[in-house]
């Protein structure tokens, strides 16, 4: 990347008023992918200064801002109170803990990464995403949208309440990127199956979901179909790290164990 200016915003409003002034102008996290790209953007905008970087709780909700650094969401006990601490643990398997030092959680969502082993565990926590100008989006709808976000993100927002969660990261090396991984959350209302890395953005397996939901107490079996479920309705592709058949055994594979875990069920 290489950019003309830079400026430091002085409040949220400020920075989107830059932004809005030339098509490449670019909000900047960590810089830590930006910095991998070839583009040329006139001002990079920095919302550093504009107390971004906190994690607060109330009674039912955890609310990340879009500057916290990765390193903070593994260290925060809030989050690892939350469905067995899947998003802090999904989040301490992303390279070293330099890089984490550095990454904001802002720059992984707005990203939309397929790779990304943040929005896995979000999408199955049902994380909303709080923006400057369009106020309050479900993530969910957020990944189906195409083309440049012209927002800014200002914070995640993560539910409270009771939940069982697992989250699986298959990679070749400590420090790779995923091959796949999967994540669920079990709560009184539902479970949702989230499976990412296929090598394209996380989605909900809604059938594998939907079927799941007509049985209040799963045993080996329903889970079983779930799994096979979540393997036949989702699309796997092939890359350099897996072919399409690999990734779609593994998805069966670990949202059976996955959901044989929230369940309480031994393997
Ligand atoms: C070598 C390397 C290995 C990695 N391995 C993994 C891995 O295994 N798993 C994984 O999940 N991730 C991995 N990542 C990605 C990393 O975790 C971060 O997600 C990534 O660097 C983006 O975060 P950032 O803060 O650097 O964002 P930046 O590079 O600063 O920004 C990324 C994008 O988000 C936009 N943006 C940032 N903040 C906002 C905001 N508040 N509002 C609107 N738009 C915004 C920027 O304009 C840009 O388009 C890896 C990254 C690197 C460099």
């Not at 109170?81 to 067995?84: E, M």
């Given at each position: 990347m290489k950019f003309a200016n830079y400026h430091r915003a002085e409040s949220i409003e400020d920075a989107y008023e830059i932004l809005q002034k030339d098509k490449t102008n670019t909000i900047v996290g960590g810089g830590l992918w930006l910095k991998l790209s070839r583009r040329e953007i006139d001002t990079a905008v920095d919302?550093?200064?504009?107390?971004?970087d906190t994690i607060e709780e109330d009674e039912d909700v955890i609310r990340i801002g879009a500057m916290t650094t990765l390193s903070r969401i593994e260290e925060s006990d809030a989050l690892r109170?939350?469905?067995?601490g899947i998003f802090p643990r999904a989040v301490s398997?992303?390279?070293g803990v330099q890089l984490r030092n550095v990454a904001t959680i802002g720059g992984s969502v707005m990203g939309?990464?397929?790779?990304s082993d943040c929005i896995t565990p979000l999408l199955a926590l049902d994380a909303r995403l709080d923006f400057h100008e369009r106020g309050t989006v479900p993530l969910v709808d957020f990944l189906h949208e195409k083309g440049k976000v012209t927002d800014i993100l200002k914070a995640v927002i993560i539910e409270k309440s009771a939940a069982k969660g697992f989250f699986k990261k298959v990679q070749k090396t400590a420090h790779d990127f995923p091959i796949l991984n999967v994540a669920i959350v079990k709560k009184e209302k539902g479970t949702r199956i989230a499976i990412g890395s296929r090598p394209s953005v996380a989605s909900l397996a809604k059938e594998a979901m939907e079927y799941l939901e007509k049985a209040p107490t799963p045993d080996e079996v329903i889970i079983a179909e779930t799994a096979r479920l979540a393997k036949e309705t989702l699309k796997y592709s092939s890359n350099h790290r897996a072919s399409a058949e690999y990734r779609a055994h593994l998805a069966e594979v670990y949202t059976r164990r996955g959901l044989m875990e929230v369940n309480g069920l031994e393997d």
């Open positions: 919302l550093c200064d504009l107390g971004l109170n939350v469905a067995s398997f992303i390279m939309r990464y397929g790779f």
